[in-house]
């Protein structure tokens, strides 16, 4: 596989979040190695020519609002855009699946494939698509995506194994890595009992047993700057995830490199040891959660936290190499 001339990086536009994050580090990794590389932000169906979000100018990144299908050119699309991948005849298209629920999520899956992956997943197209009578236009298969001479990169253990469920065998892992201001953190003194969690990936189940512990400081991750997270990270004792998980998500490692402990369930990303490596008794599925539970394992953490935090020291170490590890894995990709 040749190395590539020029690269596009689909991006959706003036759009904050951990995902056009890792779009941005990849072009600044590509630039800093040579290699052309330009951000194509899109909205509404088309390329629209704005300023980096203020949070990636960090990155140093061009923009472009045309992109040129040649042979020596690749088109690196997140799992929102895979669609467009069929208007490409000659560049090489790159799939990125930062996420796997988002797939579905944004009616691109077909409601078979969403119904394979997961029952909740399509039952919900099914009505949407079926009863409601709703057009998805950006539909698109699993079957098709693996047929076509695609390359499938993942950032998740999750979404590897999505990959391999479909039959999709031409993988290659191309993780992400948190803000580097966040590490080399000294552990913080004077940790209080305070738990963290962010309010955009709370269930209703969490949040009902929130309600029912009022006797617990819980503080919302939301509306935040790079040096307040930094402040509130450095505080707290714990943080807690309980949503989704998507992808491999930025907060459980944004805190654990700040000497947290992390208490998560068991969806998506977070079944996997290999995106969440932590020990199973700081892991509580739907099933076994509880207020009494949650209560029991949140008192533990604050009276023996000087032991508890210990657990984390390997997953911190990971979390520290994640940058290495990042421009390792696009050595092999881009330039092998």
Same mark, same amino acid.
């Given at each position: ?120 997943? @399509? $039952? &919900?197209? =099914?009505?949407? /698509? ?6 998805? +236009?950006?539909?698109? #298969?699993?079957?098709? !995506? ?68 009022? @006797? $617990? &400081?819980? =503080?919302?991750? /939301? ?6 997270? +930094?402040?509130?990270? #450095?505080?707290?004792? !714990? ?98």
């Amino acid at each position: 596989m040749s190395s590539p001339s020029i690269v596009y990086i689909y991006c959706p536009a003036k759009v904050v979040t951990g995902g056009t994050e890792l779009l941005h580090q990849l072009a600044s990794s590509l630039i800093q190695k040579g290699i052309p590389a330009y951000m194509v932000y899109y909205e509404n169906e088309q390329i629209v020519l704005c300023d980096t979000p203020q949070p990636f100018a960090i990155y140093q990144v061009q923009h472009s609002n045309r992109v040129t299908d040649q042979k020596d050119a690749w088109i690196v699309l997140p799992e929102v855009y895979l669609y467009i991948g069929q208007d490409f005849k000659y560049a090489k298209v790159i799939c990125w699946w930062l996420s796997v629920d988002n797939f579905f999520h944004d009616g691109l899956g077909s409601a078979f494939d969403a119904l394979r992956w997961n029952t909740w997943f @399509g $039952i &919900k197209r =099914i009505i949407k /698509q079926y009863i409601l009578r709703r057009a998805y +236009t950006k539909a698109i #298969s699993m079957q098709s !995506l693996g047929n076509k001479k695609y390359l499938h990169l993942y950032q998740s253990y999750y979404a590897f194994s999505f990959l391999q469920s479909y039959g999709i065998h031409q993988v290659q892992e191309l993780g992400d890595y948190i803000n580097l201001s966040f590490l080399n953190k000294k552990a913080p003194d004077n940790k209080e009992d305070l738990v963290l969690y962010n309010p955009k990936k709370m269930t209703k189940q969490f949040i009902q047993i929130m309600k029912c512990s009022p @006797g $617990i &400081k819980w =503080i919302p991750l /939301q509306n935040m700057n790079l040096e307040e997270l +930094t402040a509130m990270y #450095s505080r707290a004792k !714990l943080c807690v995830d309980f949503g989704a998980h998507p992808g491999k998500d930025r907060i459980p490692r944004e805190a654990v490199i700040h000497h947290c402990c992390l208490l998560t369930n068991k969806k998506g990303s977070a079944q996997y040891f290999e995106d969440i490596p932590i020990e199973d008794d700081y892991k509580i599925s739907d099933s076994e959660l509880n207020a009494n539970l949650l209560q029991e394992r949140i008192s533990n953490i604050f009276k023996n936290y000087s032991t508890q935090v210990q657990n984390f020291e390997s997953y911190r170490n990971i979390i520290t190499e994640e940058k290495t590890r990042f421009d390792q894995q696009i050595n092999f990709i881009f330039e092998s």
